[in-house]
């Protein structure tokens, strides 16, 4: 990664911390995406300590909102002269029915049109700095999504915290087979990955999940060993010009669920996201 330039969303927390870490011990500096100004640079300079290197920054960034997506964009665009890999990281899992600024379910607003419209606006300098990687961190929960559009707009009586949350992964599964199809560069490459069940902040404290989480954490992975897939995929020579796959908490290539694999449900997504996102 030496002279090489990442760009990671969610790396203030989780495994996205770990990350950015080990990108930049690889040798690979630029940017990083968090969401808070103030928590953000701290996190910043105690990157900078612990990875013994000043080529990390923080590009602030929150996923639930479009026009802060677009104005991290644009700052990236005018800061930074090319990008290498970009690893859309962040996910939440909020408790209850929420909706982002725009108006959209705020789970999805987060974990899929933010990143969507990220990508889309950050695809051109990736092209032009190729070889480039676009990695997405999913989950195996993706299997369980059911592709729900209209309750992304609804009013939100139906809303099942964990029915949104895997709604959310199916997009992330389904926007990587899009996108890797309409890649033109075969050395510009899109993966996504499951991390495993991975001790984290990201289930909400208070819900059952919260309560099973806290019993089960024993059991999870480390954030360390989260993370490993999805340097594997910024990172492994193994995977160099391999685009479209899922893979396991393994770094083993696996199928997604066969409504992932669906072109119609995928292009309908495809549509719909660049609608809302205005794109």
Not at 8 to 27: D, L
Not at 158 to 168: A, K, V
Request: glycine share 10%; aromatic share 6%.
């Amino acid at each position: 990664m030496s002279e090489r330039i990442c760009l990671i969303t969610g790396a203030t927390s989780g495994i996205g911390t770990v990350t950015a870490r080990e990108m930049a011990n690889a040798g690979g500096g630029g940017g990083r995406g968090g969401r808070q100004g103030a928590r953000g640079g701290g996190r910043r300079d105690e990157l900078r300590n612990r990875c013994n290197t000043q080529a990390i920054d923080i590009l602030e960034c929150d996923l639930a909102s479009l026009d802060s997506v677009r104005k991290a964009a644009e700052s990236y665009l005018a800061d930074w002269p090319r990008l290498d890999v970009l690893i859309n990281n962040a996910g939440i899992m909020p408790r209850g029915f929420q909706r982002s600024v725009d108006g959209f379910e705020l789970t999805f607003a987060t974990n899929h049109l933010g990143p969507f419209l990220l990508t889309n606006l950050l695809l051109p300098l990736l092209e032009q700095s190729a070889p480039a990687r676009i990695v997405n961190v999913a989950s195996r929960a993706h299997q369980r999504g059911v592709l729900d559009l209209e309750g992304v707009i609804d009013d939100g009586s139906r809303h099942n915290d964990m029915r949104s949350y895997s709604r959310s992964k199916l997009a992330n599964v389904m926007f990587t087979l899009a996108l890797a199809r309409r890649l033109k560069n075969p050395e510009v490459t899109c993966n996504c990955l499951h991390p495993g069940v991975v001790a984290t902040n990201i289930i909400p404290r208070g819900s059952w999940m919260g309560v099973a989480g806290k019993l089960l954490r024993p059991f999870m992975l480390s954030e360390d060993r989260g993370s490993e897939s999805s340097l594997y995929l910024a990172l492994s020579d193994a995977v160099a010009g391999s685009s479209g796959g899922y893979y396991d908490e393994h770094k083993k290539l696996r199928a997604p669920s066969a409504l992932a694999r669906e072109l119609d449900a995928q292009e309908r997504l495809w549509t719909k996201s660049a609608q809302w996102v205005a794109l």
